[in-house]
């Protein structure tokens, strides 16, 4: 998103080419989520006629002032962009339109037409830009709110050491927020901590005096160099890490989330010093004994269901057994010579087809069935614990018939 250097640029080419001049004609989009607090057609009345005098910026934030209040402000978001018709401003490579586009420009907020022939466009794609017109933006939010601007006010190295000394949150946080300092965005944030070798989530009290000092230097020097090129992030030092941001992470360049926002830092430079480096060891061991335990977890369950699947396979295996028998019992009895119709060696075919197949219901319900029936035949005054000559794997002999009582002659 547009950060102070991209602003700023916005902010001298509007006063080279625009401060002086009147405006004869402006034209405003129907988009009352962008322009805000003011209807669009009265937003054009009370421009048109109008003299810039001064194109003036705090942070993020740009407005005109004009010969009179109101004036327009603008703040630009994700995508806010100005473009001024036949002049080159910036090359942010995250702008939403190229100023080679037919103009007026697709995504226009805002067009006014000078009186001298020249224009200019606020443009929004993503609709996150702000439009207001007010009676005087420094007094009201949201840039009454902001902090010392990075560039215009700047703040003396011994007020910004002690600044750092009071505050308890990640520096990479407190560089984003904008009542602290404004202007600074996540990229110059990644940047400068880089330069000056400080980690994203190092606290700032605990940030030494020395490191304090080369952050407040590369603040400075960061913003300098990406005016001086007017923002053509082509032509930034090859040393920054602006050039990687935007690639997978690898073996130098790292990401991490600090105060909402991807940062990327180079862990082998920027290293926690003090009682973060202490803390982030510890939260990374117990990271580690957890994902450990629940590792082992994992693997005692397993365990713990092999033997109960082994013991359940043995069951089925004992109740076909014993139906098996059963049947060969009947036949015996009857006085049949063909053996039962499921034999052993078959039943273990279909027994392995089953296994192949996941059919443990119908195993489950012979299990049932054979318990059921042992259950009715058993006599009540027979122990339970007499064995059957089944469970000696015999089959059942047919009964003998009593001999009769030979008569005397």
């Given at each position: 998103?547009?950060?102070?250097?991209?602003?700023?640029?916005?902010?001298?080419?509007?006063?080279?080419?625009?401060?002086?001049?009147?405006?004869?004609?402006?034209?405003?989009?129907?988009?009352?989520?962008?322009?805000?607090?003011?209807?669009?057609?009265?937003?054009?009345?009370?421009?048109?006629?109008?003299?810039?005098?001064?194109?003036?910026?705090?942070?993020?934030?740009?407005?005109?002032?004009?010969?009179?209040?109101?004036?327009?402000?603008?703040?630009?978001?994700?995508?806010?962009?100005?473009?001024?018709?036949?002049?080159?401003?910036?090359?942010?490579?995250?702008?939403?339109?190229?100023?080679?586009?037919?103009?007026?420009?697709?995504?226009?907020?805002?067009?006014?037409?000078?009186?001298?022939?020249?224009?200019?466009?606020?443009?929004?794609?993503?609709?996150?830009?702000?439009?207001?017109?007010?009676?005087?933006?420094?007094?009201?939010?949201?840039?009454?709110?902001?902090?010392?601007?990075?560039?215009?006010?700047?703040?003396?190295?011994?007020?910004?050491?002690?600044?750092?000394?009071?505050?308890?949150?990640?520096?990479?946080?407190?560089?984003?927020?904008?009542?602290?300092?404004?202007?600074?965005?996540?990229?110059?944030?990644?940047?400068?901590?880089?330069?000056?070798?400080?980690?994203?989530?190092?606290?700032?009290?605990?940030?030494?005096?020395?490191?304090?000092?080369?952050?407040?230097?590369?603040?400075?020097?960061?913003?300098?160099?990406?005016?001086?090129?007017?923002?053509n992030s082509s032509q930034y030092p090859e040393n920054w890490i602006f050039h990687s941001r935007e690639k997978k992470p690898g073996k130098k360049i790292d990401f991490i989330t600090v105060g909402g926002r991807t940062s990327a830092y180079v862990p082998e430079l920027q290293k926690l010093d003090g009682?973060?480096?202490?803390?982030?060891?510890?939260?990374?061991?117990?990271?580690?004994?957890?994902?450990?335990?629940?590792?082992?977890?994992?693997?005692?369950?397993?365990?713990?269901?092999?033997?109960?699947?082994?013991?359940?396979?043995?069951?089925?295996?004992?109740?076909?057994?014993?139906?098996?028998?059963?049947?060969?019992?009947?036949?015996?009895?009857?006085?049949?010579?063909?053996?039962?119709?499921?034999?052993?060696?078959?039943?273990?075919?279909?027994?392995?087809?089953?296994?192949?197949?996941?059919?443990?219901?119908?195993?489950?319900?012979?299990?049932?069935?054979?318990?059921?029936?042992?259950?009715?035949?058993?006599?009540?005054?027979?122990?339970?614990?007499?064995?059957?000559?089944?469970?000696?794997?015999?089959?059942?002999?047919?009964?003998?018939?009593?001999?009769?009582?030979?008569?005397?002659?």
């Amino acid at each position: 998103m547009p950060e102070l250097p991209e602003v700023e640029v916005a902010r001298r080419a509007l006063e080279e080419h625009c401060v002086g001049k009147r405006i004869v004609r402006c034209s405003a989009a129907d988009d009352t989520k962008v322009i805000d607090g003011v209807a669009p057609p009265r937003l054009e009345a009370a421009l048109v006629g109008r003299t810039i005098s001064a194109a003036r910026r705090k942070g993020k934030n740009l407005w005109l002032a004009l010969d009179s209040p109101p004036f327009p402000s603008f703040q630009f978001g994700m995508a806010g962009a100005i473009y001024i018709k036949g002049v080159e401003l910036s090359k942010y490579k995250r702008s939403a339109v190229s100023p080679t586009e037919e103009w007026p420009l697709k995504y226009s907020k805002l067009l006014v037409v000078m009186d001298d022939g020249l224009e200019f466009s606020f443009t929004d794609k993503r609709r996150f830009a702000k439009i207001r017109f007010l009676d005087n933006p420094e007094a009201v939010p949201p840039i009454s709110e902001l902090g010392p601007d990075a560039l215009f006010e700047p703040l003396h190295l011994d007020d910004f050491v002690e600044s750092l000394s009071r505050k308890k949150a990640p520096i990479k946080a407190l560089l984003l927020d904008q009542s602290f300092i404004s202007g600074i965005g996540n990229w110059i944030a990644d940047e400068v901590l880089y330069q000056a070798r400080i980690h994203p989530m190092q606290t700032a009290s605990m940030i030494s005096k020395e490191k304090c000092k080369a952050l407040h230097q590369c603040i400075i020097e960061v913003i300098e160099k990406s005016l001086e090129v007017g923002c053509n992030s082509s032509q930034y030092p090859e040393n920054w890490i602006f050039h990687s941001r935007e690639k997978k992470p690898g073996k130098k360049i790292d990401f991490i989330t600090v105060g909402g926002r991807t940062s990327a830092y180079v862990p082998e430079l920027q290293k926690l010093d003090g009682i973060d480096a202490t803390a982030s060891r510890a939260k990374i061991s117990k990271e580690q004994s957890k994902s450990n335990k629940a590792a082992r977890e994992v693997d005692d369950d397993e365990e713990e269901a092999k033997p109960a699947k082994r013991g359940r396979k043995q069951l089925v295996k004992a109740t076909h057994e014993i139906q098996e028998d059963e049947e060969d019992a009947k036949a015996s009895k009857r006085g049949r010579k063909q053996p039962a119709k499921t034999s052993k060696g078959s039943w273990k075919k279909a027994h392995h087809s089953s296994e192949g197949s996941g059919d443990d219901d119908s195993d489950d319900e012979a299990v049932d069935k054979v318990v059921a029936e042992q259950g009715k035949r058993r006599d009540p005054k027979q122990p339970s614990e007499a064995k059957s000559s089944s469970d000696k794997g015999g089959s059942a002999a047919p009964a003998k018939r009593p001999q009769r009582k030979k008569r005397q002659l």
